[in-house]
Structures are given as C-alpha cells and as structure tokens.
C-alpha cells in the first residue's frame, strides 16, 4: 500500500495539538509581571499603560527592565518554534491507515506545524489564561518566533521598527508596520513552510494590530506615548 500523506489541517489534528499546546503554554508566561514583581516589587499592570511587555517596562521600570522583558517574551516564541522543530524532526511517528501504518516525511511535518507553533506562542502571551487573558501585544514573542523561523524576516522587523520609532518615537506604529513587513518577508522567502507560513504571518499581524487599537485610538487623538531610545 501507498502512503498517503496528511496535509497540514489533518497533521495537527492527528498529533500537532500537543507541540501547540506547549507553544501556548510557553508564550502565556507573563514575564513582564514577573520581572515587576520580583526585582521591583511592583505590579507592571499599573504603571504607565497597564501592558506588560518591555515597551511599558522600559518607560516605568527602566532599561534593564526592558531589556529583561524583551529577551525572556522573545525567547518564548524561539521556544516554542524550536522545540516544535527538534520534536517533530526526531520523533517516529506512525499513523494508522486502513488497517496498517504508515510514516509522515518529516521535514514537512516540521515546516508545517513550526509556524503554527510560533502562532500558539503569541496567542498565549496576548491571551494568558494567568491573567484572565489579558496579556501583552505580542510583539517580542512574535520577534522570537520570526527569527527562528526565518532570521532575514527577523531582520526586517527590527529595521523597520527602528526606522518609525527612532525619528517618532512611536513604538506602536514601528510595531504594527514591522509585524506586517516581517510576514511578508517570511512568506515571499520560505516558501517550505508553505500555507503555515502565510497562516503565521497573517493572524500575527491580525492580532498584533488587535492589541494595538488603544494606540490607534490614542494615535488619531494625538495622546499617543512616546518611547525615547536615545535619551540621556
């Protein structure tokens, strides 16, 4: 008999939910509250903007604290992309079919759940259930997932970023405008990961930009926060 090989819907209904509960679970580690809590004895959730991601740890914690939250959300998505990929490249899978067994390639099988993974990561940080689902915007951990994804997408997030914020300070609309430029690069320069990846780059910028609609509320009335990177 033949194998026949399962798309990617039928992969993560078969096995895939496991490596995306795990992704979830990682990306829903509220660090920002935790860096707060632990060395600053304060509650991130209020002070400056309420969020509790590096941008709002950087204004009201300082750089280190930014710094910190940065690194700790980011490696969340590098987590959950990784060992998603080490898991599924390594581990034997055999599937039932009429009667017998057969064995999923597993390269794609990895190229398509990876993406996935990245995507269950950021959902879990922007809706932690530790919280009551009410996370951070997902932007460090959507830049840790992008870079262990695809490092050039990864890139272009951050020049873009830089390039809105340094000038406008905006950390918001660097925000937004990297998460959609770094999907687009993701998609038009891997093209193994075939529809996760578009899957990935689409919802991420949804729900990035999601989050963002205080910003946007706070951009049109000209009220919006200033990040300044290089004050003295």
């Keep these: 008999m033949t194998p026949t090989y399962y798309t990617m819907p039928g992969i993560i209904a078969v096995l895939g939910w496991p490596y995306l509960l795990f992704a979830f679970l990682v990306g829903s580690i509220p660090f920002g509250l935790l860096v707060s809590r632990i060395f600053f004895r304060r509650d991130l959730r209020a002070s400056g903007s309420g ?11 300082g750089n280190g604290a930014g710094a910190a939250v940065l690194v700790l959300d980011a490696l969340k998505g590098v987590v959950a992309v990784e060992v998603a990929a080490w898991l599924l490249l390594r581990v ?39 919280l009551r689902l009410r996370g951070g915007k997902g932007v460090a951990t959507f830049l840790g997932a992008t870079f262990a994804l695809a490092w050039p997408a990864g890139v272009t997030f951050v020049l873009v970023w830089l390039l809105v914020v340094l000038p ?13 430029a770094a999907g687009a690069v993701l998609v038009a320069t891997s093209p193994h990961y ?31 926060n200033r990040l300044r990177l290089l004050r003295r």
Excluded at 94 to 117: K, S, T, V
Excluded at 210 to 217: E, G, Q, V
């Design 194 to 224: 075939a529809a996760g990846g578009f899957v990935y780059a689409f919802l991420c910028a949804f729900i990035v930009i999601l989050k963002h609609r205080d910003n946007i509320a706070r951009l049109t009335a000209g009220t919006e």
């Design 92 to 130: 034997p899978l055999q599937i039932p079919y009429q009667g017998g067994e057969f064995e999923i390639g597993y390269p794609g099988r990895a190229y398509d759940l990876m993406p996935i993974a990245g995507l269950a990561a950021v959902y879990g940080h922007c809706y932690t259930p530790w």
């Design 51 to 61: 969020n509790i991601g590096a941008a709002n740890a950087l204004r009201t914690l």
């Design 168 to 180: 406008t300070g905006f950390a918001s609309v660097g925000s937004m405008l990297g998460v959609v």
